[in-house]
């Protein structure tokens, strides 16, 4: 068993992986260390809080994890687990400038005979081709020699307390049989539901960068027949609860598609495959679709104002929600922003409210100014864009930000259509 060991990277992936690796392994002796480029980050874990609420205030306080904005934390490290994330550029190719920053940061402090196993979503033949010459040039030491290469691709889904690190089941590989057994003897400790031991960490790779491309492919097949479904005047949520009474239908529901995972990670793929010389066809149609349904939404609330004789300029408009998925407080590629773009664009200056979401980060990420929810009223339109739990509980409350016989847009179909009032002008993907 590796005796330290270091966490690259902080957020939604790392610090569970950290907390849960520390809480196991700390009382064997094993010391367990977090790093991160962030001073803010770290002040806020040392204060025993996580903002991202992937891990409450008592169990971060109590499991025994030392974080840090020193890189020196990495020196001796015998295992390196990297989690930082993997994003696509404005021309949406893949980004890998956070894994050679911290390439660049573990290279000259990395111990001969160290384990540096990456868990960020990449194409096949980062790990090796890419990731491990770039900690080679930076450390001095030869790849597959002086130090070994492990991948395991972490599937956490922020928000969701039933399908965590511990009880998902966790692929692992290596470049040697040596660097496989230590992977099995420390994830095998944290991990509960099991691992899988791909053959090669280009086939672990692959297989995470597929994850999230049939996923995102999937949720593109149900909000194309949801446009189209639009147009016959069938309700999408009938059609599919009616559909999904067969044994192998799949239940996919449609939805704006943003995070840091789905809309993401399948250009990765993409990308890979086209310096191969092919072009994929469904996966970029798929995620053509998915990254139009913002402007469809928008331009779906214009022809509904329009229909109920309010003129799109004069109209006052609401949008509830700005994060990327309900009941979380992470914005990164939030699809809401598309939307209130395309409203922008006929002349609506629409208001925004979430309740999770950090008003700061809103405004230098997105330059929208978060509205406090008292002020979102007497709305002409209405648009539930994240379907917050906060908001799911009170119906009522947001019926009432409505005025009578206006418009309410619920995106994810969340609210039961039951019990709406006849004058309200209601929608739904």
């Given at each position: 068993m590796?005796?330290?060991?270091a966490?690259?990277?902080?957020?939604?992936?790392?610090?569970?992986?950290?907390?849960?690796?520390?809480?196991?392994?700390?009382?064997?002796?094993?010391?367990?260390?977090?790093?991160?480029?962030?001073?803010?980050?770290?002040?806020?874990?040392r204060?025993?809080?996580?903002a991202?609420?992937?891990?409450?205030?008592?169990?971060?306080?109590?499991c025994?994890l030392?974080?840090?904005?020193?890189?020196?934390?990495?020196?001796?490290?015998?295992?390196?687990?990297?989690?930082v994330?993997?994003?696509i550029?404005?021309?949406?190719?893949?980004?890998?400038t956070?894994?050679?920053r911290?390439?660049?940061?573990?290279g000259?402090?990395?111990?001969?005979?160290?384990?540096?196993?990456?868990?960020?979503?990449?194409?096949?033949?980062?790990t090796?081709?890419?990731?491990?010459?770039?900690?080679?040039?930076?450390s001095?030491?030869?790849?597959?020699q002086?130090?070994?290469?492990?991948y395991?691709p972490?599937?956490i889904?922020?928000?969701?307390?039933v399908h965590?690190?511990e009880?998902?089941?966790?692929?692992?590989?290596a470049?040697?049989?040596?660097?496989?057994?230590?992977?099995r003897?420390?994830?095998?400790?944290?991990?509960?539901?099991?691992?899988?031991?791909?053959?090669?960490i280009?086939?672990?790779?692959?297989?995470?960068?597929?994850?999230?491309?049939?996923?995102?492919?999937?949720?593109?097949?149900?909000?194309?027949?949801?446009?189209?479904?639009?147009?016959?005047?069938?309700?999408?949520?009938?059609?599919?609860?009616?559909a999904?009474?067969?044994?192998?239908?799949?239940?996919?529901?449609?939805?704006?598609?943003?995070g840091?995972?789905?809309g993401?990670?399948?250009?990765?793929l993409?990308a890979?495959?086209e310096?191969?010389?092919?072009r994929?066809?469904?996966?970029?149609a798929?995620?053509?679709?998915?990254?139009?349904?913002?402007?469809?939404i928008?331009?779906?609330?214009?022809?509904?104002?329009?229909?109920?004789?309010?003129?799109?300029?004069?109209?006052?408009?609401?949008?509830?929600?700005?994060?990327?998925?309900?009941?979380?407080p992470?914005?990164?590629?939030?699809?809401?922003?598309?939307?209130?773009?395309?409203?922008h664009?006929y002349?609506?200056?629409?208001?925004?409210?979430?309740?999770l979401?950090?008003?700061?980060?809103a405004?230098h990420?997105?330059?929208?100014t978060?509205?406090?929810a008292?002020?979102?009223?007497?709305?002409?339109?209405?648009?539930?864009?994240?379907?917050?739990a906060?908001?799911?509980?009170?119906?009522?409350?947001?019926?009432a930000?409505?005025?009578?016989?206006?418009?309410?847009?619920d995106?994810?179909?969340?609210?039961?259509?039951e019990?709406?009032?006849?004058?309200?002008?209601?929608?739904s993907?």
């Amino acid at each position: 068993m590796d005796r330290k060991i270091a966490v690259v990277g902080l957020g939604y992936v790392g610090l569970p992986v950290a907390v849960a690796l520390a809480e196991r392994l700390a009382p064997q002796g094993v010391a367990v260390t977090g790093f991160d480029i962030a001073a803010g980050r770290i002040a806020q874990l040392r204060a025993g809080h996580d903002a991202t609420c992937e891990i409450d205030d008592a169990r971060l306080t109590s499991c025994g994890l030392a974080v840090s904005d020193d890189p020196a934390v990495l020196e001796g490290a015998s295992l390196i687990i990297v989690t930082v994330p993997t994003p696509i550029t404005d021309e949406r190719r893949p980004d890998l400038t956070p894994l050679q920053r911290a390439c660049e940061t573990i290279g000259p402090r990395l111990s001969r005979g160290a384990l540096v196993v990456f868990e960020s979503t990449v194409f096949p033949g980062v790990t090796e081709d890419i990731c491990g010459p770039w900690l080679a040039q930076h450390s001095g030491l030869v790849q597959g020699q002086d130090f070994a290469l492990g991948y395991s691709p972490e599937r956490i889904n922020p928000g969701d307390t039933v399908h965590r690190l511990e009880t998902i089941t966790k692929i692992i590989a290596a470049d040697s049989p040596a660097a496989l057994a230590r992977m099995r003897a420390v994830y095998g400790a944290v991990v509960d539901a099991g691992l899988h031991e791909a053959p090669s960490i280009k086939v672990a790779e692959a297989a995470k960068v597929i994850e999230n491309t049939q996923r995102d492919l999937n949720i593109a097949l149900m909000n194309e027949i949801a446009l189209i479904f639009d147009r016959m005047g069938l309700a999408t949520r009938d059609v599919l609860a009616a559909a999904g009474t067969k044994w192998n239908f799949l239940p996919f529901t449609p939805g704006l598609v943003g995070g840091h995972c789905i809309g993401v990670d399948p250009f990765y793929l993409t990308a890979a495959a086209e310096k191969l010389g092919y072009r994929p066809e469904v996966i970029l149609a798929g995620r053509r679709i998915n990254d139009s349904m913002g402007q469809a939404i928008a331009q779906k609330v214009v022809k509904l104002l329009i229909a109920n004789d309010v003129s799109p300029r004069a109209a006052r408009v609401g949008v509830m929600g700005l994060t990327f998925k309900q009941d979380v407080p992470d914005i990164r590629n939030s699809k809401v922003p598309d939307i209130l773009a395309e409203l922008h664009a006929y002349g609506i200056a629409a208001l925004v409210s979430d309740p999770l979401a950090d008003p700061a980060a809103a405004a230098h990420e997105y330059g929208i100014t978060l509205s406090p929810a008292e002020d979102i009223v007497q709305l002409d339109a209405l648009v539930l864009a994240v379907n917050h739990a906060e908001y799911i509980a009170n119906p009522a409350a947001l019926i009432a930000r409505v005025r009578s016989g206006g418009v309410l847009v619920d995106v994810k179909s969340a609210l039961a259509r039951e019990g709406l009032p006849e004058e309200l002008v209601y929608w739904s993907l």
